[in-house]
Nanobody, 123 residues
Framework: QVQLVESGGGLVQAGGSLRLSCAAS????????IGWFRQAPGKEREFVAA????????VYADSVKGRFTISRENAKTPAGLQMNSLKPEDTAVYYC????????????????WGQGTQVTVSS
């Protein structure tokens, strides 16, 4: 069974940092594009960041540019998301997703999804 599992979420004060990881099982995602999305209560799922299979290309949402960094890790944990200078508006459930192919910034572009990890930033 193909699975993506996020970890690293939690409660942090504004200005703090968290690092999310996306672990894979059932398939090697080392060549897949990995994306991170988030969804706050009552809002649509929104794009956060993506990294290509080679790791050479990245793209970020304007709202996180300069604060978040996506990186490739290893075959079992294909991507991480370092989140610095967190703001209360970053509070959401964060999802990692994977697709074999070009990077996309919409949820429909991705084929595999994790169950999400909660990130809560207090003011």
């Amino acid at each position: 069974q193909v699975q993506l599992v996020e970890s690293g979420g939690g409660l942090v004060q504004a200005g703090g940092s968290l690092r999310l990881s996306c672990a894979a099982s059932g398939r090697t995602f080392s060549t897949y594009t990995i994306g991170w999305f988030r969804q706050a209560p009552g809002k649509e799922r929104e794009f956060v960041a993506a990294i290509s299979g080679t790791g050479r290309s990245t793209v970020y949402a304007d709202s996180v540019k300069g604060r978040f960094t996506i990186s490739r890790e290893n075959a079992k944990t294909p991507a991480g998301l370092q989140m610095n200078s967190l703001k209360p508006e970053d509070t959401a459930v964060y999802y990692c997703a994977a697709v074999l192919g070009k990077m996309g910034t919409t949820p429909y572009a991705y084929d595999y999804w994790g169950q999400g990890t909660q990130v809560t930033v207090s003011s």
